[in-house]
C-alpha cells in the first residue's frame, strides 16, 4: 500500500479499512484484501480481525503501526479480554496477528458463554453528526460494537442498529457508515432506572477499552470479590457464601429488565453464573458479568484490577490487608479459645463460623482438644452410645415420637417429620432400626394432591426450563430432560393424564431425534459464524455434535439450512 488512513479516535480497525477500501481505487473489493493482507481468502471481521503481522507488512513504508497497537486501541480485544490470564492474552494475541480467527474466539470463551454478540453495525446518531462536522466523514466507533452496550458513554444517548448484519451476505468487504445505513426509524425509551445502569455498564466499559489496565490471573479477581463479599456478609471465611441472599440482593439492585438485556439473568440453578463465579473455581466468564459484580459489590474499576482488598474491622481490632493474613489471625484466635476449654458451639458463635468448619480447622492445625466429638457430648473414655445421656436421650426421644404418631393419627411419617426435624434427625442417626419400626405411610396422600393446581404452577416452570433450552446449546426437549431440570423427572412422566397442561405443551415442544439433530446443525451454523470460522462438513458436524450415522437421513435439511443462511452446500 502506498497510504493508510490515520484511525480515528475510538475507531474499530474494521471501520479504518473500510476508510481505505474507498480511497484505494480497486474496481473489485476482493482487491482490497490482496492490497490489506496479501490474500483473498480473508474475512472482514468486527471484532477480533486477524492477519495483522500481514497488514502491517503491506503498509507504506517507514509505518509507526504495530499489531499490538491495533489490538489494544481499535478493537475489542481491551474488552473481551480484560479477565483472563496474561498468557492466554499472549495467545489471543498472537492468533490475531498470525490469523488463527477462530483461536480467538474458543480462547475468549465466546462460544461457551452462550452470549449472543450484536447482529448488527451500531451506531450513536449524535456521534454521526459530530463525526462528520469534525472530520468530515462518520465512522465506526468501538464501544459502540460492544454486546451490553446500550447508551453512548459521551452522548448519554441510546444507540441503535444499523442496517448493515455483521455476520451474513458478503463477508470479503468492509461496509462504511453512510445516511442510508444510519436510520433511526424509531427512537428507543428506556425507564431512567435501566438507563442509570446502562450509562454504569457504558462508562465502565468504555475505562476498560481506554484504561489499558494489565492483565491478571483469576486467582486475583477470586481474591477481590471474595474480601468484598466477605465485608458485605455474603461469604464467611470458610468458603462458604450465602448463594441465596447474594442473589435476591444482586437480582433486586440490577432489576430483571436490565439482567435480560444484558443476556444475564439469574436462574434458580446451582450453576447460575453468578453462583459459578463465586465458587472457588478458575473459570473465566464473560467480561460483562465481573463488571457487573464488581459494580454490585462497589468496587471501582482501578481498585480492581490495581489495589489489593482486605478488610478493615472497627478500631479496636487489626486491619487486614489480604485473605492470607485474616485466615492466619483467625487460626491464632481459634488456638486461644480452644485453650479456654470452651464448646465447640461457643467457638463458633465467637468467630462467627459454623461447628462443622470449628472441627474441621482444629484437625487441620491438630489442636488436642479437651474433649470428644461423639454425638455432641464430652466423652473421652466411652463411646457417646454407650453412657447413660444417650440411652435417656433415646428414651426420651422414642417416647416423643410414640407421642406424636398418637396426635396426628391421619398424618404419615414424613408430615410429622416436616415440623419435627431434629427429633427426626437424632432418631435417624442414633436409632434408625427402631424408626423404620415405627414409621407410618399415608395411604391417602395422594388424594389429597391438587392435580389441577399443581399442573398450573409446573406448567409456567415447565416453559422457563424449555425456553432456556432452546436458547443455550442445543440439547432434546423431551419429558425426561424437562423433568431432570426441574429435579421432577421421577413423578412427572407418571403423571401426564393428571398434567393436562404441561402434557399439551410438552407435547408441542418435544423433539424427534431428528428434529433435534436439525437444530444443532443450525446451532452449528451460527457458531461457525460467531468464530468466523469456513463452513465445511467437517467443522459444521464437529461443532453440531452430529453423529455420522445421523447425517444421511438430514442431508436435505442441512442442505435448506445453509441456504437459509446464505451459504454454498457444494460439499454436500
Excluded at 485474616?326 to 485453650?339: G, I, P
Excluded at 427426626?424 to 442414633?430: E, N, Q
Aim: charged share 30%; aromatic share 12%; proline share 4%.
Amino acid at each position: 500500500m502506498n497510504f493508510f488512513p490515520t484511525p480515528y479516535p475510538d475507531e474499530i480497525l474494521y471501520s479504518t479499512l473500510g476508510r481505505y477500501s474507498i480511497r484505494s481505487g480497486n474496481l473489485k473489493e476482493i482487491h482490497n484484501f490482496e492490497d490489506l493482507f496479501s490474500t483473498r481468502s480473508s474475512i472482514a471481521t468486527v471484532e477480533l480481525p486477524v492477519k495483522l503481522d500481514a497488514l502491517i507488512s503491506n503498509m507504506p513504508v517507514d509505518t509507526l503501526y504495530t499489531a499490538e497497537y491495533f489490538v489494544k486501541h481499535h478493537t475489542l480485544f481491551p474488552y473481551y479480554a480484560a479477565f483472563i490470564p496474561p498468557e492466554r492474552a499472549e495467545e489471543i494475541i498472537n492468533a490475531m496477528k498470525d490469523g488463527n480467527g477462530s483461536l480467538t474466539y474458543i480462547k475468549l470463551g465466546l462460544v461457551s458463554y452462550s452470549i449472543d454478540l450484536n447482529q448488527y453495525l451500531r451506531f450513536c446518531p449524535q456521534c454521526f453528526k459530530e463525526d462528520i462536522k469534525i472530520y468530515g466523514e462518520p465512522y465506526w466507533h468501538r464501544i459502540h460494537q460492544i454486546t451490553g452496550v446500550f447508551i453512548c458513554p459521551k452522548h448519554k444517548t441510546p444507540i441503535y442498529n444499523s442496517k448493515e448484519l455483521i455476520r451474513a451476505g458478503n463477508r470479503q468487504r468492509f461496509i462504511n457508515p453512510t445516511s442510508d445505513n444510519c436510520i433511526v426509524e424509531k427512537e428507543i425509551q428506556y425507564t431512567d432506572k435501566v438507563m442509570e445502569k446502562m450509562l454504569w455498564m457504558a462508562k465502565d466499559i468504555d475505562n476498560l477499552l481506554k484504561g489499558g489496565f494489565k492483565h491478571k490471573d483469576q486467582e486475583w479477581f477470586k481474591s477481590q470479590f471474595r474480601a468484598k463479599l466477605i465485608e458485605k456478609g455474603y461469604a464467611r471465611m470458610n468458603n462458604y457464601i450465602h448463594q441465596k441472599k447474594l442473589k435476591q440482593d444482586f437480582q433486586e439492585f440490577y432489576e430483571q429488565e436490565y439482567l435480560d438485556l444484558v443476556q444475564s439473568p439469574l436462574s434458580d440453578s446451582s450453576q447460575c453464573w453468578l453462583s459459578t463465579m463465586v465458587r472457588n473455581n478458575n473459570r473465566v466468564t464473560y467480561a460483562l458479568r465481573y463488571l457487573l459484580l464488581a459494580r454490585f459489590l462497589e468496587i471501582p474499576l482501578d481498585t480492581l484490577f490495581h489495589v489489593k482488598l482486605g478488610w478493615n474491622t472497627n478500631s479496636n481490632n487489626i486491619g487486614l490487608k489480604s485473605i492470607d493474613s485474616y485466615k492466619e489471625l483467625w487460626q491464632e484466635r481459634l488456638k486461644e479459645l480452644a485453650e479456654l476449654n470452651l464448646s465447640v458451639r461457643e467457638i463458633a458463635t465467637i468467630l462467627n463460623s459454623t461447628p462443622k468448619t470449628i472441627r474441621k480447622s482444629i484437625d487441620e492445625l491438630g489442636i488436642t482438644p479437651f474433649w470428644k466429638y461423639n454425638g455432641g457430648g464430652r466423652y473421652i473414655k466411652k463411646k457417646y452410645i454407650e453412657t447413660e445421656e444417650f440411652k435417656t436421650k433415646r428414651r426420651r426421644s422414642r417416647k416423643k415420637w410414640g407421642e406424636l404418631l398418637d396426635k396426628y393419627p391421619d398424618k404419615s411419617s414424613n408430615q410429622i417429620r416436616q415440623d419435627h426435624q431434629s427429633l427426626y434427625r437424632w432418631l435417624s442417626k442414633y436409632d434408625i432400626d427402631w424408626l423404620r419400626q415405627h414409621a407410618r405411610k399415608n395411604k391417602g396422600r395422594r388424594n389429597n394432591v391438587d392435580w389441577k393446581q399443581r399442573d398450573e404452577e409446573l406448567v409456567v416452570k415447565v416453559k422457563q426450563v424449555v425456553k432456556e433450552m432452546q436458547e443455550g446449546k442445543p440439547e432434546r426437549i423431551t419429558w425426561t430432560t424437562v423433568g431432570s431440570k426441574l429435579g421432577v423427572s421421577g413423578w412427572m412422566s407418571k403423571r401426564k393424564d393428571k398434567l393436562p397442561l404441561t402434557k399439551q405443551y410438552i407435547e408441542s415442544v418435544q423433539e424427534s431425534l431428528q428434529e433435534f439433530q436439525i437444530r444443532k446443525i443450525k446451532w452449528g451454523i451460527k457458531q461457525l459464524e460467531k468464530e468466523d470460522m469456513e463452513i465445511t462438513l467437517w467443522n459444521l458436524v464437529e461443532v453440531a455434535g452430529v453423529k455420522p450415522r445421523y447425517m444421511k437421513s438430514i442431508k436435505e435439511d442441512i442442505k435448506k439450512s445453509l441456504l437459509e443462511s446464505g451459504y454454498e452446500c457444494n460439499f454436500l
